[in-house]
């Protein structure tokens, strides 16, 4: 049975089995979430990424998809890496970002990881409204069956995690 914390800081300086990043599809690198797991972790993250590249996702990481790989310097064993979609009023897409976190709880069951740091995935530069992208989180996280014993949301600021706050109660008491 996996316990949601909800925590307001920076995800990459979470110590845990996994740190899940937003990351993008190419896998190299980029602002927010991204930006600050590779600048913590160091280079061997990237390295790492770049060897899955030039093996076994040469197009990169599907939209919902997710990846492990070494997290460097991190106070983590792994980061899990998945492509969160961009937001458009033009098409739903909220099946894409319940695969990224159902997926994610599947690699994390794959490499053994029983602790979690989660970001609010899609919720920054890919634009997702963050109630829907909370309520999502939250749901798809409570409704998944893994071996994860904690998923730890890392909220960015104190508006999110008040948001993720009434996403949580909502999930719980129906
Ligand atoms: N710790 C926790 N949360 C953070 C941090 C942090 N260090 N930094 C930002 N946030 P984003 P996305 C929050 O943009 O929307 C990258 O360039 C942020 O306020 O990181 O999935 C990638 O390379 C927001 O609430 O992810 C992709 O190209 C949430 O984390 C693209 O951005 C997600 O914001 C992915 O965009």
Request: hydrophobic share 50%; net charge neutral.
């Amino acid at each position: 049975m996996v316990t949601v914390r909800l925590v307001q800081g920076d995800i990459a300086a979470q110590a845990v089995d996994a740190i899940v990043n937003a990351a993008k599809s190419s896998l190299l690198g980029g602002g927010g979430v991204d930006g600050a797991i590779h600048a913590a972790g160091g280079p061997a993250i990237l390295a790492a990424c770049r060897r899955l590249r030039a093996g076994a996702l040469p197009g990169g990481l599907p939209v919902g998809e997710a990846v492990a790989t070494t997290a460097g310097r991190l106070a983590a064993k792994h980061v899990i890496h998945t492509v969160g979609p961009v937001h458009t009023p033009h098409e739903d897409r909220s099946h894409l970002l319940r695969s990224c976190y159902a997926r994610s709880l599947a690699v994390a069951d794959e490499i053994g990881a029983r602790t979690l740091a989660l970001p609010a995935v899609s919720a920054g530069a890919y634009g997702w409204p963050a109630r829907d992208a909370a309520d999502i989180a939250v749901t798809t996280v409570l409704t998944t069956p893994s071996s994860v014993t904690e998923a730890r949301f890392v909220l960015f600021d104190q508006a999110m995690l008040r948001i993720f706050t009434e996403a949580l109660e909502n999930a719980t008491t129906g």
